[in-house]
């Protein structure tokens, strides 16, 4: 009987200060009632914090479309999450391509230019969608789940002292009220009390008994002035603790930007890996496909295309620049003075460059060759001789020398 006698006080005590808090709540919104303002610094942190919540979430979901296009996927993947299964592996596009193009080229034959070439490709496509599962994994493990991480636990602890904080400036806010209104109720019960009426007549005498009531009922307001006093003092003291508390909270922020920091960079390193990986296997896959004889690569009304320059090479000379990822290129003013070669000019190999055929010539980084443009060939290409050896050459791989 006690333990239901305590309950019910105290499911009435808590629902009177859900009321006082709502009537606060709404005369604030009315303009009928005084707010209290938090101060400078920690509305500032607040700002930030609900800023970061924003972003991160909306980084967070952006990452998870780039990294699963497909949204049937992610919600599969977010149900199992949810019910802390482990997702069944299911094969990629890049995987799923290898796969028919090795089909395709096994059923044309291998032996065939065309079969074999497909099996390459198919190869190629395989090792690319393996490394974009080993993409998706390291930007999961290292970016994804350190900003999940910090929606699901820090922020909705932030977000749980401010609703706190919220409440504690409506109860100060409210005791506030109520000692204005004891106050005002205490002052007005003195006026009444010195005013002196005179007469006898019943108006007069109804007059002072309804003034005496009202007399009374001020009273009562005005006991409640040394009440409200001690409820504004303690409600004050819950609120600075409680504004304490979360501007901690808050001020932690600026770890978990350093944190998300470091977590950019891994994902920053995880895409590097990714596509430099993915570069490397095209490259490969090229010069795969260069062994090839010329008339299975080009289109009848089509010039053969260069070779592009490996990525690790490092140029040695001002007549070359290096641009940004890592891809080296001739300057302008080289390429154009080799297009415009006439006659026998000396060069200097730039890369080693391996022959795709018989009509051209293997070249070694930093030797000197000869070279002369031939009527009919196409500009991106001369015509390279060392002792009695001649062929075509790249001129992407050559530097003009004066």
Same mark, same amino acid.
């Given at each position: ?26 005369? @604030? ?104 599962? @080993? ?263 050559? @530097?003009?020398?004066?």
């Amino acid at each position: 009987m006690n333990i239901m006698d305590f309950n019910v006080k105290k499911l009435a005590a808590d629902a009177g200060t859900f009321l006082s808090r709502a009537v606060q709540f709404t005369e @604030e919104k009315l303009g009928q009632a005084e707010k209290t303002e938090l101060d400078a610094h920690l509305e500032n942190l607040l700002s930030k914090a609900e800023c970061t919540k924003i972003w991160t979430e909306k980084i967070m979901k952006q990452t998870e479309v780039l990294l699963q296009p497909n949204p049937n996927a992610r919600i599969e993947e977010f149900v199992y999450e949810k019910l802390d299964r482990k997702a069944p592996s299911r094969i990629n596009n890049p995987e799923l391509l290898g796969q028919y193009m090795i089909d395709a080229g096994t059923e044309f034959g291998p032996g065939t230019a065309y079969g074999n070439a497909l099996i390459k490709c198919g190869e190629t496509q395989k090792r690319i969608g393996t490394a974009d599962r @080993e993409l998706i994994q390291t930007s999961a493990l290292n970016f994804l789940t350190p900003l999940r991480n910090f929606i699901e636990g820090d922020y909705k602890t932030i977000a749980k002292e401010r609703k706190l904080l919220q409440n504690k400036r409506l109860d100060l806010d409210a005791a506030k009220t109520r000692l204005k209104k004891a106050k005002t109720a205490d002052t007005r019960a003195s006026q009444l009390n010195s005013t002196r009426l005179e007469g006898d007549n019943i108006m007069v005498n109804f007059s002072y008994m309804l003034n005496f009531l009202h007399v009374k009922w001020l009273k009562i307001w005005a006991e409640e002035v040394t009440k409200s006093e001690q409820e504004l003092r303690i409600t004050q003291s819950e609120f600075d603790r409680q504004a304490e508390i979360t501007r901690l909270l808050l001020e932690g922020m600026s770890s978990t930007h350093a944190h998300h920091l470091r977590c950019l960079n891994d994902f920053v390193e995880a895409q590097m890996t990714y596509y430099a990986q993915c570069y490397q296997y095209m490259l490969d896959l090229q010069k795969q496909l260069g062994s090839f004889p010329s008339n299975y690569l080009c289109n009848n009304n089509q010039s053969s295309i260069p070779p592009l320059p490996p990525a690790s090479s490092n140029v040695i000379g001002p007549p070359a620049m290096a641009s940004t990822s890592g891809l080296v290129v001739t300057s302008p003013s080289n390429l154009s003075d080799l297009k415009e070669c006439t006659g026998n000019r000396k060069a200097r190999v730039l890369y080693d460059y391996d022959a795709a055929n018989s009509s051209e010539l293997s070249l070694l980084a930093d030797e000197v060759i000869t070279v002369f443009s031939v009527v009919g060939m196409d500009s991106d290409w001369l015509m390279g001789e060392r002792g009695n050896q001649k062929g075509k050459v790249p001129i992407t791989y050559l @530097e003009l020398l004066n």
